[in-house]
């Protein structure tokens, strides 16, 4: 096993014991002569392949965090099991790109060294396991949250110019073990398809720019004025979701919207509540064990008045926020309990915001009775209605005759042949491309859109012109003064250029070094070919 100049023997070994897994082989292979043969070649391309689509996935895992909370409130719902799935997801996905990272390492130190690419069955297996893994995940996505791709074209918005940067440098990087195999191999055609594929490549990359639109490629004069924010559930990072200290939390973080969900109790008392069980937000199973698993508009409120509130907060930690909670606002939390619309439409009085709710649930055949308590408590309360915004597509049009003061909020886009003009838009922040947003936001139409916890989207949504948007991370949001990054078209041009240029002078540098190496190499590798001729010649005789 000859080594090239600059490749200490015990180097060599450990990487090609570290890759191959063959701590005896590789000390009495001392004397024979290896070669990477076409099938380890392609075991390294598809180590390569592998690491690409599994750092495609950490990718789409960063970009769910924005979403994971709801992930884990519908697991709650099937299995009754509160865990914070996100990290688990981080953990498991930063293992095997570290794996494949290190394979991948001392496979291009071995190719730079000389050595074979002699991959062991065990990695084998596992990077076969691990492709298996990251498309199993990739599957479940299309199936159980097809919208994440929207977020994940999105994002590209938000990371488009970087992560264009990132691949350039890390395809130049290639070009050194590329151009060593290449002066090292001798077969031409596959020489050819090599260098063709990467340049290809490299030239598709270098265009890419091109294709790379972002909202926030703007001149700084342009940038619209900062979104609202509405509180989600009121500040459900800073205290239990949908009671009186998280609205006060809200209102600490500077939100104009409290929004919330309203359910009616048996009795006709409005309240309010998300889930359409009480197990996830109340200690139900342990007051009422036997009726734990009924729809919430089955208690009346007496019952629901003796329901802890916000233990469960502290219980299971919905945010790691909750950690650094202070020690009057755990025990605060503690003594939290179901809220009524009224104590919370006086509580909004004082702090002059405005509230938005949904009323639910939607498909329950006393929906209309709940219509009319619900009304009937907004009007009684002498809230000025236009602090009221009304989600509800029910029964609309009696609730505009009875309270036309209130602002009515929809859930869809506008029609082409609208009878009465839209004011106030409110949908998932998947659903409105930037454009939209632009052309809404000309047309005075308010867009509000949800839930935007990540300071990279709602640098998006910023720059797109959107006017406010339902957030569970108030806290985070609204410290920001400026979206996270701002470029006139120009400057991203010269960072384009430069980029490019680099990136060129370097692959063109390695190609030269590695060409001037391999002429040394050459004298020398003819011989030790000599000297093994010889050797071998006397053996046989």
Known sequence: MADPPGCCHPCATCLLCLYSCQWITAKKEKKKVLHTTKCDCSWF?????????????????????????????FIFKQRK?????????????????????????????????????KLHWLHK???????????AAFTGLEIKWAEEWRSAHISLQATGPFLHIAVVGGMTFLAWPLASFIYCTYNTGLKVVLLLVYSALMIALYLAPLGIASPCIME????????????????????????????????????????????????????LMHDEEL???????AVFPERAALNSTAFNWTDLQQLDAGSWFLERKPFPTVQSLSAGDRYQATKQRIPSLEEVLEAIKQSSISIMFDLRPENHSDYQTFVNATLEVILQSGIPLQQVLW?????????????????????RKRLQNEMEPLLHVNLPYQ???????????????????????????????????????TTNACQVLKEMKHPIWLLPSSTYLMIW??????????????????????????PAESETDVLLTKINSLMQQ
């Open 45 to 73: 391309i598809f180590l390569f392949c592998v690491f690409v689509f599994t750092l495609v996935w950490l990718y789409f895992a960063i970009i769910l965090l924005n979403d994971f909370h709801n992930f884990n409130e």
């Open 81 to 117: 099991l509160w865990l914070d799935w996100s990290l688990v997801l981080l953990i498991a996905t930063a293992v095997l790109i570290i794996y494949l990272s290190v394979l991948l390492v001392l496979a291009l130190c071995l190719q730079l060294c000389g050595q074979p690419l």
């Open 125 to 135: 297996t596992l990077l076969i396991l691990t492709a298996l893994v990251v498309a």
């Open 220 to 271: 700084e004069n342009q940038l619209p004025p900062k979104p609202a924010l509405v509180g989600h559930r009121g500040a459900p990072m800073l205290a239990p979701e949908n009671t009186l200290m998280s609205l006060h939390k809200a209102v600490d973080c500077d939100v104009q919207v409290f929004e919330t969900d309203i359910m009616v109790s048996a009795d006709g008392v409005p309240f």
């Open 279 to 285: 197990t996830r937000t109340t200690n139900v199973q």
């Open 391 to 411: 989600l509800p597509d029910g029964f609309r049009k009696q609730v505009k005759q009875q309270a036309p003061g209130i602002q009515q909020v929809y859930g």
């Open 431 to 469: 659903d409105m491309s930037f454009e939209e947003i632009r052309q809404y936001r000309q047309d005075n139409i308010s867009v509000n859109l949800y839930v935007v916890n990540q300071p990279w989207l709602f640098s998006v949504l910023w720059c797109s012109g959107v006017t406010s948007v």
């Open 497 to 522: 250029i430069v980029v490019d240029c680099t990136s060129f002078l370097a692959i063109l540098w390695a190609f030269l070094l590695m060409k001037k190496c391999s002429r040394r190499r050459q």
